[in-house]
């Protein structure tokens, strides 16, 4: 096992570099640059103009010099694989360089933002897994019941309907939009939160979180829940299900002793994903609900070309991927202890 551990992080090591190569050259090779955008900035602001010594329209103000200094600052001086080398050198150090857009180390750019992300992908994650096993069984033990359709039914509608749209309804009826107001939205904490008891800090946290948490959650039974189901399904089939039965076990130990353990393993495949929802977020749910997360920084560095920030978070972002997905394999074993990685 310790072994199989060793080489896993020995082959994340490669990936990560493979991965990085990647973007660093498509996102250089895209249009534009913050070289561009910082020269439409001072134009705008017309704050070059006297500096740059030209007189005449605005274009002209931004003279070759002042675009070379704009270059050499950013390091766009350089050709593209010494960037990435010096980009490498410094992530040795856990240094993704400065925001061109916010002008502060990456790393605090993240951090800021990360809050609101980590605290939905953290509850969602419980949530999902309380509700989803428990349904999962009790849909399998009840298979082909009403019980059994009306769940199906309602999980399916669950997941037909966009948490964007679902997110917009919810304002419109609960949040003042047309019929009541019951929640707020925007920020996930009241103006007086720090006045408030522990009991009334918790209660103001979940009042703020109800209406973006099913936004962000509405589709995500579903397809849990549904696996749950048909794995146990298959598991009851199989010949160590029925020796049970015939020894005169009870269906409740049956299922719950016998088959629920080998119907969670593909189950519990995805729950090393749990440390990619850190980092999860949606532009339109973040949009709507008026919540600075990881969503709209993704999006706002994408269209800012704040080439640092995007190579921080895809970095961030696929080494949480790798060490979930082992994560993953690891959990394989606590379910099913005969199960060897060799």
């Known amino acids: ?34 070289i561009e955008n910082k020269i439409q900035q001072m134009r705008f602001a017309g704050g070059t103009g006297g500096d740059a010594g030209g007189g005449g329209d605005e274009g002209s103000a931004i003279t070759e010099e002042v675009i070379e200094a704009l270059k050499k600052q950013y390091g766009f001086d350089k050709p593209v694989h010494i960037r990435y080398l010096l980009w490498l050198k410094n992530l ?35 949530l999902v897994y309380l509700i989803c096993i428990p349904l999962g069984l009790s849909k ?39 019929f009541w107001e019951w929640f707020p939205v925007g920020e996930l904490y009241s103006d007086e939160y720090d006045s408030l008891s522990f009991m009334g800090k918790v209660f103001d946290r979940i009042h703020h979180f109800i209406l973006p948490l099913a936004s962000y959650m509405i589709s995500s039974f579903t397809i849990l829940t549904m696996l749950q189901k048909n794995s146990l399904l298959e598991e009851v089939k199989k010949d160590y299900v029925r020796t049970a039965r015939a020894k005169g076990l009870s269906e409740k130990t049956v299922y719950l002793k016998h ?12 729950i090393g994903n749990f440390l990619t929802l ?49 994560i993953s394999d690891l959990t394989f074993v606590l379910v099913d202890p005969r199960i060897d990685f060799k």
């Open 1 to 34: 096992m310790y072994l199989y551990i060793l080489k896993r992080f020995l082959m994340m090591i490669p990936t990560l570099f493979g991965i990085t190569i990647v973007v660093f050259g498509v996102i250089n090779l895209a249009p534009g640059s913050p």
């Open 92 to 126: 040795s150090r856990l240094d993704f360089g400065d925001s061109f857009t916010y002008e502060e180390p990456v790393l605090d750019v993240i951090s800021s933002k990360l809050q609101v992300s980590l605290q939905f992908g953290i509850i969602s994650l419980i």
């Open 140 to 178: 399998a033990i009840f298979n082909g019941t009403p019980f059994d359709y009306v769940t199906s039914f309602i999980i399916m509608a669950m997941y037909s309907i966009p948490g964007f749209m679902l997110g917009i309804l919810l304002i419109i009826f609960f949040a003042g939009g047309q």
């Open 259 to 270: 088959a629920l353990r080998n119907a969670l393993i593909p189950v519990v495949t995805g």
């Open 278 to 326: 850190f980092f999860a977020g949606s532009i339109l749910i973040e949009t709507i609900f008026n919540l600075d997360g990881m969503g709209l920084l993704s999006y706002s560095s994408i269209l800012e070309r704040d080439y640092n920030v995007i190579m921080g978070i895809i970095f961030i972002q696929s080494s949480l991927m790798l060490i979930g997905n082992l």
